[in-house]
């Protein structure tokens, strides 16, 4: 009662001096700088569904939404003997307990790129790792590489900072390999860190060995000053090669970004992680202390994940691994099959993730000036919602996420087929009606 009886007062003292002076409060820079590419689009669209048919979002990047990809019945119990077991309801380290950092680092250590516990942070997720590894990295002024199409996250966390984003160009007709000519015209003195994201958030890409190496021997890789980031997805469909980039580097220091949330399909657990490679201890014991007071702004990692990781990176069966990426392989299939046949759109099959990109020839959709206005009347005559490709600041495509159950997958494919030969025309047809 006290408490709102001085918060009144201090209302009531306010209004008295209204007529003298008004209050002024504005946000901060850094709020006012930060931008949810995506929110920003999606946000403008008109996005009314044809009531004549159920909505398929195939826009969401979260496989838990439609419940056909649970995560394995290991995992849930690693949940519940950490919350049975009563240890982990307190505050852990801001880096993570020893014991699941230890955990993380024998998971993924390996002889080329050994770890420890030391090189390894747990964090609220990759999202907090990604933030984590571009704030240790860059101050206002400096510039960072990033893949166009690429994560929108990269950019929202930078631009709000004060560090410039430079887009290098990924090649859609080379299973969306870095154009490594135009990445290297991007450089100067300025340049601080390069994101690599392999396999690709939108393009669901995963680069060969080769192609890593070219990556790693090139200019943006060579001193004074340049590091690289690596955000893992961790997805692969079978026949493809995974090849970690700190496992082919000899003296590129790499921070390796993951989580939880996509491998094991719990992405509302926040559990991720930053793997510290530096074999020649290039970053030195600054960008490891600065990674330490970092984590230090807020406690991120959630204490009950941390203590059910050891059980959830060991004790998960291989079959549960095989079982998500043969269905993510065989709805990417199915889309990029039934996509190809398609007047007018050039899907590009995936080699990993959960995404597929398509690109859509426009000059043959005149109805519409871009891929937003194509993907929204998308929503409004065939219900379903694919995410236009400029929310990656690469117009003309769309993102299709492919964890939509079977049936839906085929479903949607029908429906865009659908509306492509409504709205498709071919330049001869354009031409005779500009001529009526």
């Given at each position: 009662?006290?408490?709102?009886?001085?918060?009144?007062?201090?209302?009531?003292?306010?209004?008295?001096?209204?007529?003298?002076?008004?209050?002024?409060?504005?946000?901060?820079?850094?709020?006012?700088?930060?931008?949810?590419?995506?929110?920003?689009?999606?946000?403008?669209?008109?996005?009314?569904?044809?009531?004549?048919?159920?909505?398929?979002?195939?826009?969401?990047?979260?496989?838990?939404?439609?419940?056909?990809?649970?995560?394995?019945?290991?995992?849930?119990?690693?949940?519940?003997?950490?919350?049975?077991?009563?240890?982990?309801?307190?505050?852990?380290?801001?880096?993570?307990?020893?014991?699941?950092?230890?955990?993380?680092?024998?998971?993924?250590?390996?002889?080329?790129?050994?770890?420890?516990?030391?090189?390894?942070?747990?964090?609220?997720?990759?999202?907090?790792?990604?933030?984590?590894?571009?704030?240790?990295?860059?101050?206002?002024?400096?510039?960072?590489?990033v893949p166009c199409p690429g994560f929108s996250l990269y950019k929202t966390l930078a631009v709000s900072l004060g560090i410039q984003v430079k887009l290098y160009t990924l090649l859609p007709e080379k299973s969306w390999e870095i154009d490594l000519?135009?990445?290297?015209?991007?450089?100067?003195?300025?340049?601080?860190?390069?994101?690599?994201?392999?396999?690709?958030?939108?393009?669901?890409?995963?680069?060969?060995?080769?192609?890593?190496?070219?990556?790693?021997?090139?200019?943006?890789?060579?001193?004074?000053?340049?590091?690289?980031?690596?955000?893992?997805?961790?997805?692969?469909?079978?026949?493809?090669?995974?090849?970690?980039?700190?496992?082919?580097?000899?003296?590129?220091?790499?921070?390796?970004?993951?989580?939880?949330?996509?491998?094991?399909?719990?992405?509302?657990?926040?559990?991720?992680?930053?793997?510290?490679?530096?074999?020649?201890?290039?970053?030195?014991?600054?960008?490891?202390?600065?990674?330490?007071?970092?984590?230090?702004?807020?406690?991120?990692?959630?204490?009950?994940?941390?203590?059910?990781?050891?059980?959830?990176?060991?004790?998960?069966?291989?079959?549960?691994?095989?079982?998500?990426?043969?269905?993510?392989?065989?709805?990417?299939?199915?889309?990029?099959?039934?996509?190809?046949?398609?007047?007018?759109?050039?899907?590009?099959?995936?080699?990993?993730?959960?995404?597929?990109?398509?690109?859509?020839?426009?000059?043959?959709?005149?109805?519409?000036?871009?891929?937003?206005?194509?993907?929204?009347?998308?929503?409004?005559?065939?219900?379903?919602?694919?995410?236009?490709?400029?929310?990656?600041?690469?117009?003309?495509?769309?993102?299709?996420?492919?964890?939509?159950?079977?049936?839906?997958?085929?479903?949607?494919?029908?429906?865009?087929?659908?509306?492509?030969?409504?709205?498709?025309?071919?330049?001869?047809?354009?031409?005779?009606?500009?001529?009526?």
């Open positions: 009662m006290d408490y709102i009886l001085h918060l009144y007062c201090i209302v009531c003292l306010a209004k008295q001096k209204s007529c003298r002076q008004r209050w002024n409060i504005r946000p901060s820079e850094m709020s006012i700088n930060t931008l949810n590419p995506i929110r920003a689009i999606v946000d403008g669209m008109k996005l009314t569904p044809n009531p004549e048919k159920p909505m398929i979002a195939l826009s969401i990047g979260d496989p838990t939404v439609f419940g056909n990809l649970p995560t394995d019945d290991k995992v849930l119990q690693a949940m519940k003997d950490a919350i049975d077991s009563n240890k982990y309801n307190g505050y852990a380290p801001s880096v993570g307990y020893q014991k699941s950092r230890e955990v993380v680092a024998n998971f993924y250590s390996c002889p080329e790129a050994p770890l420890e516990a030391e090189d390894v942070l747990l964090t609220s997720g990759c999202s907090q790792a990604i933030d984590l590894a571009i704030t240790v990295l860059c101050n206002p002024g400096d510039n960072i590489l000519q135009h990445m290297e015209s991007l450089i100067d003195d300025r340049t601080t860190c390069l994101i690599v994201n392999n396999p690709s958030n939108p393009c669901g890409s995963v680069y060969s060995k080769e192609h890593l190496q070219n990556i790693l021997s090139g200019e943006p890789c060579s001193p004074p000053g340049h590091s690289c980031v690596l955000y893992l997805h961790d997805q692969v469909f079978p026949g493809c090669t995974y090849q970690s980039m700190a496992s082919l580097s000899s003296d590129v220091p790499i921070l390796a970004c993951g989580g939880l949330a996509k491998r094991w399909l719990v992405p509302g657990w926040r559990l991720g992680w930053i793997l510290i490679h530096d074999k020649n201890q290039i970053f030195g014991k600054e960008i490891r202390q600065g990674l330490v007071k970092l984590s230090q702004r807020i406690l991120g990692a959630c204490t009950i994940v941390q203590g059910a990781i050891e059980s959830i990176l060991n004790d998960t069966p291989q079959e549960f691994y095989h079982r998500t990426i043969s269905f993510l392989e065989s709805n990417s299939e199915i889309c990029y099959s039934e996509l190809s046949t398609v007047p007018g759109l050039t899907p590009v099959m995936p080699s990993g993730a959960m995404y597929l990109m398509v690109g859509i020839a426009m000059e043959h959709f005149p109805e519409f000036q871009n891929d937003v206005q194509f993907t929204e009347r998308l929503v409004t005559e065939q219900s379903v919602f694919c995410l236009p490709a400029t929310a990656f600041e690469y117009p003309n495509y769309f993102r299709i996420v492919v964890t939509v159950p079977e049936e839906m997958m085929v479903e949607a494919c029908t429906r865009i087929r659908e509306f492509c030969q409504r709205h498709y025309r071919t330049c001869s047809q354009d031409s005779n009606e500009l001529d009526q």
